[in-house]
């Protein structure tokens, strides 16, 4: 089992940035393919990017294309999510997802993912 936590969060005016973090323990990060995922209020769970075990595949939704980055390093058992140029409509709690060991399929939909964090709230407000 893996537990992962959060972090980065906050208040930022549109246009600027954050980098989200999530750390794991338990076991090595090496082992899942991990995602974010964000929840608005009011609104499902959305997928937002996934990376394979060691970083070689990545997936985006298309509406974070280009502005946000997902990045690990397993040596630190941590998942990065850059987001730059951040809109209002990326306010949301992020959420910090684990497939679980053995997994090596890169997943978007929520139900795929075993483990899971507390969240971070974004706010992207001016």
């Known amino acids: 089992q893996v537990h992962v936590v959060e972090s980065g969060g906050g208040l930022v005016q549109p246009g600027g940035s954050l980098r989200l973090s999530c750390v794991a323990s338990g076991r090595a990060l090496s082992s899942d393919v991990m995602g974010w995922f964000r929840q608005a209020p009011g609104k499902e769970r959305e997928f937002v990017a996934t990376i394979s075990r060691v970083g070689g595949s990545i997936v985006y939704t298309d509406s974070v294309k280009g502005r946000f980055t997902i990045s690990r390093d397993n040596a630190k058992n941590t998942v990065y999510l850059q987001m730059n140029n951040l809109k209002p409509e990326d306010t949301a709690v992020y959420y910090c997802?684990?497939?679980?060991?053995?997994?090596?399929?890169?997943?978007?939909?929520?139900?795929?993912?075993?483990?899971w964090g507390q969240g971070t709230q974004v706010t992207v407000s001016s």
């Open positions: 997802a684990a497939r679980g060991s053995g997994y090596t399929v890169l997943k978007t939909t929520a139900v795929d993912y075993a483990y």
